[in-house]
């Protein structure tokens, strides 16, 4: 027969170190109450500076000049459906919060164990009206959100009506870029890169797919995230009510330069030119079709020797196997690794997927040497001589 164990828990040992005059009976399971306040006291002070630092970060926040990726100022109503769903859950949360916290302060006040009464609280299991009361109110709260915002997605997903103008565009993701391949309307056939050009208060359907991996597109301004999956099709319906650059990013992690793969929507006015506001600068934007024709174009010929110099250095240095210059190189082969159509690049407000401003110095900096500012790059490193690069970004720069 097993002996056993002794009856001698550490729990008595200690309460007789505590140091109290041992009032309580030697089998009481509780510590005395003025302990618990003490030892709750030091815990307090840091848990207010780390409260206090949280409150600074989300203020931090706040400003919307520099947070061009905010998703609080939607410019579509696909926008502003998302927008109302956070808000309206943000500020659910805030209020069931603010109830449940409500609740357990007054409970920790008015059944906090008094000095002096050492007896245990009634104990008791199962409480109907209790358990029915906390089971419904959260099951109404989620119908209550579930049933609108099923609407929501539903509304989202619609497509545009056909009688109407609809401006069709294929985005791929690409390791670690976008390409865009417009599909029909003036703009059918013309293909770019990095920025997505479309007109305002017109029904836009983007195509979403991949050349490689899964990446995400998201223009946090336009309307929320849509997976850009190899072989599939994901569309996105989207109508811009608001002219201007609107900044994005590759929302899914596809590899060494995820972070660097941004993009921009670019949302044009339809008739006149218009002055928006960009990163504290002025920007004046073309109209739409304006911008079209200019990008169906070909081209712009060598108009210097210099400029000269750079195509023949372009064109010798196997650069037309991955990039098209439209009227001029036009040999390039559709392929996961070639590289964005450069007809019309000395026009981008940004290169390498919103990584550099474009300007000559950058465009030289990429060419000389791409694994450099993208770890990873798809372009390889080709070896340039400082000279080489500047004289091709320099034509490059000419491609307005
Ligand atoms: C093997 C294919 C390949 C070759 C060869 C190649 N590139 Fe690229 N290029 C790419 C890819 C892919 C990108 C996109 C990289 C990125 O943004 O991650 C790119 C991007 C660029 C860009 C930035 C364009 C933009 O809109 O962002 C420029 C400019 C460029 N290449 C110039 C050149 C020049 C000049 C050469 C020849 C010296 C060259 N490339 C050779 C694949 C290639
Ligand atoms: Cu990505």
């Given at each position: 027969?097993p002996?056993?164990?002794?009856?001698?828990?550490?729990c008595?040992g200690n309460?007789?170190?505590?140091?109290?005059?041992?009032?309580r009976?030697?089998?009481?399971?509780?510590?005395p109450?003025?302990?618990?306040?003490?030892?709750?006291l030091?815990w307090?002070?840091?848990l207010v500076?780390?409260?206090?630092?949280?409150?600074?970060q989300?203020?931090?926040?706040?400003?919307?000049?520099?947070?061009?990726?905010?998703t609080?100022?939607?410019?579509?109503?696909?926008?502003d459906?998302?927008t109302?769903f956070?808000?309206?859950?943000?500020?659910?949360?805030?209020?069931?919060?603010?109830v449940?916290?409500a609740?357990w302060?007054?409970?920790?006040v008015?059944?906090?164990?008094?000095?002096g009464?050492?007896?245990?609280?009634?104990?008791n299991?199962?409480?109907?009206?209790?358990?029915?009361?906390?089971?419904?109110?959260?099951?109404l709260?989620?119908?209550?959100?579930?049933?609108?915002?099923?609407?929501?997605?539903?509304?989202?997903?619609?497509?545009?009506?056909a009688?109407q103008?609809?401006?069709?565009?294929?985005?791929?993701?690409?390791?670690w870029?976008?390409?865009?391949?417009?599909?029909?309307d003036?703009a059918?056939?013309l293909?770019?890169?990095?920025e997505?050009?479309?007109p305002?208060?017109t029904?836009?359907?983007?195509?979403?797919?991949?050349?490689?991996?899964?990446?995400?597109?998201?223009i946090?301004?336009?309307?929320?995230?849509?997976?850009?999956t190899?072989?599939?099709?994901?569309?996105?319906?989207?109508?811009?009510?608001?002219?201007g650059?609107f900044?994005?990013?590759c929302?899914?992690?596809?590899?060494?330069?995820h972070?660097?793969?941004?993009?921009?929507?670019?949302?044009?006015?339809?008739?006149?030119d218009a002055?928006?506001?960009?990163?504290?600068?002025?920007v004046?934007?073309?109209?739409?079709?304006?911008?079209?024709q200019?990008n169906?174009?070909?081209?712009?010929?060598p108009?210097?020797a210099?400029?000269?110099k750079?195509?023949k250095l372009?064109?010798e240095?196997?650069c037309?196997?991955?990039?098209?210059?439209?009227?001029?190189?036009d040999?390039?082969?559709?392929?996961?690794?070639s590289?964005?159509?450069?007809?019309?690049?000395g026009?981008?407000?940004?290169?390498?997927?919103?990584?550099?401003?474009?300007?000559?110095?950058?465009l030289?900096?990429?060419?000389a040497?791409?694994?450099a500012?993208?770890?990873g790059?798809?372009?390889?490193?080709?070896?340039?001589?400082?000279d080489?690069?500047?004289?091709?970004a320099t034509?490059?720069?000419?491609?307005?």
């Amino acid at each position: 027969m097993p002996q056993k164990a002794p009856v001698v828990s550490a729990c008595h040992g200690n309460s007789s170190l505590s140091g109290s005059s041992d009032q309580r009976g030697p089998s009481s399971p509780l510590p005395p109450a003025k302990q618990i306040g003490a030892s709750l006291l030091p815990w307090l002070r840091p848990l207010v500076v780390l409260g206090l630092i949280a409150v600074a970060q989300g203020l931090a926040g706040c400003s919307g000049e520099v947070a061009p990726r905010n998703t609080h100022t939607p410019i579509s109503s696909s926008g502003d459906i998302s927008t109302f769903f956070y808000q309206m859950l943000l500020y659910l949360d805030i209020a069931v919060m603010a109830v449940v916290a409500a609740i357990w302060a007054y409970a920790l006040v008015k059944f906090r164990r008094r000095e002096g009464d050492d007896t245990l609280p009634p104990q008791n299991h199962g409480n109907m009206k209790l358990e029915v009361i906390w089971t419904a109110i959260p099951t109404l709260i989620v119908v209550g959100i579930t049933v609108p915002m099923l609407a929501g997605v539903f509304q989202m997903s619609k497509r545009p009506d056909a009688n109407q103008r609809i401006i069709e565009v294929d985005v791929t993701g690409k390791q670690w870029w976008w390409e865009f391949d417009y599909k029909n309307d003036t703009a059918n056939g013309l293909q770019t890169a990095t920025e997505l050009h479309v007109p305002v208060n017109t029904a836009i359907v983007l195509n979403m797919t991949s050349a490689d991996v899964i990446h995400a597109w998201w223009i946090p301004r336009l309307a929320g995230k849509r997976d850009a999956t190899p072989g599939r099709n994901y569309p996105v319906y989207v109508t811009p009510r608001e002219v201007g650059i609107f900044d994005g990013q590759c929302a899914e992690l596809c590899g060494a330069s995820h972070a660097l793969m941004g993009t921009k929507l670019v949302v044009h006015p339809l008739a006149k030119d218009a002055e928006v506001d960009y990163q504290g600068k002025k920007v004046t934007l073309e109209s739409y079709e304006t911008w079209v024709q200019h990008n169906q174009a070909d081209a712009a010929k060598p108009a210097s020797a210099e400029i000269e110099k750079g195509a023949k250095l372009f064109s010798e240095r196997t650069c037309p196997t991955c990039h098209i210059i439209k009227g001029q190189f036009d040999t390039a082969i559709r392929a996961p690794t070639s590289g964005p159509n450069l007809s019309h690049v000395g026009s981008r407000l940004a290169i390498a997927a919103n990584t550099l401003v474009n300007n000559p110095e950058n465009l030289a900096k990429w060419i000389a040497k791409p694994s450099a500012i993208k770890p990873g790059s798809k372009m390889p490193d080709l070896n340039l001589t400082p000279d080489e690069a500047k004289a091709i970004a320099t034509y490059l720069y000419s491609l307005k």
